[in-house]
């Protein structure tokens, strides 16, 4: 048997019908840049998350530049954030001039941890940049205080995350602005690049859609330098139809995790993922921390299951964030972590076979 990390033909082969229908009817109009599927798709993205406005942008990335250049954040500013995350939380960061301020996560959730906020913020501090990590919302009641009582921004990287909730409370909706990321292997993945955000404030998504287009408005005027940075007809198109498809998705990786639990949780040597009692997660990873993670990576692999190491290396010992003066040993939950994660396939469309072979294999190695 064979498992990969992410069965995309799986995903695809049902949809593929109404994905051409959508694909032809773009074709049919010609309207690549800014068709009327963008903004269909935006009505309903926003409709799907109870949050007011919903803006396409060109990728997750360019949602958290774009999200940062909206609030006003650059030189001699700096952003709270987690060293535990994807690249692009901290370099959306970094090329607005702004500076990444590296705080520690909780060891069981993967995510920001509230209670080491405070003592990072500085008088140079204009905002809080959560990740919910591996499709588990971060403590946003916790966030939110401490962003209140400090009177800072709050940007949600839900690159990973869409769907997922806090206390009942839908994540994206917590911040000033939330981002989401359509990366093909997201829960909600394009054909190539796209990405979003989400926001309840009505100037803040004006703001949004101007400088997504170079900062215009009215064309050819240019009141802020923004970026070249559309969700393409095509992606929005195929996206929406996707997008129906979501909340089973959701659901089937929150099966397949239940079965892991299930079938995992008294195995010595690898602790089975923590999810909080507030939290519904969507599972964009199922991550467990393993004593010998190299090893039963390896020994995983020998058996033809695909596995993943997210994230090797931690943000603030990154070579090209040298310069913000950070070493080993500056934030040791995070370094653990990154020496101890393994995240196996939990993509929704695994069989029952595999994830008994899956179980199965990771037993036999914890038993030897
Ligand atoms: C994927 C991801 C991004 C970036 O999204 P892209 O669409 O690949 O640019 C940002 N943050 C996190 C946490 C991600 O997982």
Not at 128 to 154: S, T, Y
Not at 240 to 268: I, P, Q, T
Request: proline share 5%; net charge negative; hydrophobic share 40%.
């Amino acid at each position: 048997m064979k498992v990969p990390m992410l069965d995309l033909h799986a995903q695809y082969d049902p949809l593929m019908p109404q994905i051409r229908e959508a694909m032809e009817r773009v074709y049919a109009e010609h309207h690549y840049i800014m068709g009327p599927q963008v903004k269909e798709l935006e009505e309903k993205m926003a409709a799907y998350l109870g949050i007011k406005h919903a803006i396409g942008c060109a990728s997750g990335t360019d949602a958290l530049v774009l999200a940062i250049k909206a609030l006003e954040i650059g030189e001699g500013d700096e952003v709270i954030t987690t060293s535990f995350t994807f690249f692009a939380t901290a370099s959306s960061i970094w090329r607005n001039f702004a500076k990444p301020v590296f705080v520690d996560i909780d060891p069981k959730t993967f995510n920001l941890d509230p209670l080491k906020i405070e003592a990072a913020i500085t008088p140079h501090t204009k905002a809080i940049m959560p990740v919910h990590l591996f499709g588990q919302c971060a403590d946003m009641e916790a966030i939110m205080a401490i962003a209140k009582k400090h009177n800072l921004k709050v940007i949600e990287d839900n690159a990973q995350g869409i769907g997922s909730t806090w206390n009942g409370k839908m994540s994206c909706s917590f911040g000033d602005i939330g981002t989401l990321s359509f990366f093909p292997s997201k829960n909600l993945g394009a054909m190539g690049d796209a990405g979003m955000c989400l926001t309840n404030d009505d100037d803040l998504a004006a703001k949004l859609r101007q400088l997504r287009v170079h900062g215009e408005n009215p064309k050819y005027y240019h009141k802020w330098v923004g970026l070249n940075s559309r969700l393409d007809t095509m992606q929005a198109a195929i996206l929406s139809v996707k997008l129906d498809a979501l909340a089973g998705w959701s659901k089937a990786r929150r099966a397949n995790a239940e079965f892991y639990n299930s079938h995992l949780k008294d195995v010595k040597g690898i602790t089975t993922p923590f999810i909080d009692s507030k939290a519904v997660s969507i599972y964009n990873q199922y991550t467990l921390i393993c004593e010998k993670r190299d090893e039963l990576q390896a020994y995983l692999q020998s058996k033809d299951i695909a596995c993943a190491v997210y994230y090797p290396l931690p943000l603030h010992v990154q070579e090209c964030f040298s310069s913000l003066g950070y070493k080993n040993g500056d934030l040791p939950v995070a370094e653990t972590m990154a020496s101890k994660v393994l995240s196996i396939p939990i993509y929704p469309e695994l069989t029952l076979e595999q994830k008994q072979y899956i179980c199965a294999a990771i037993k036999e190695f914890c038993q030897k």
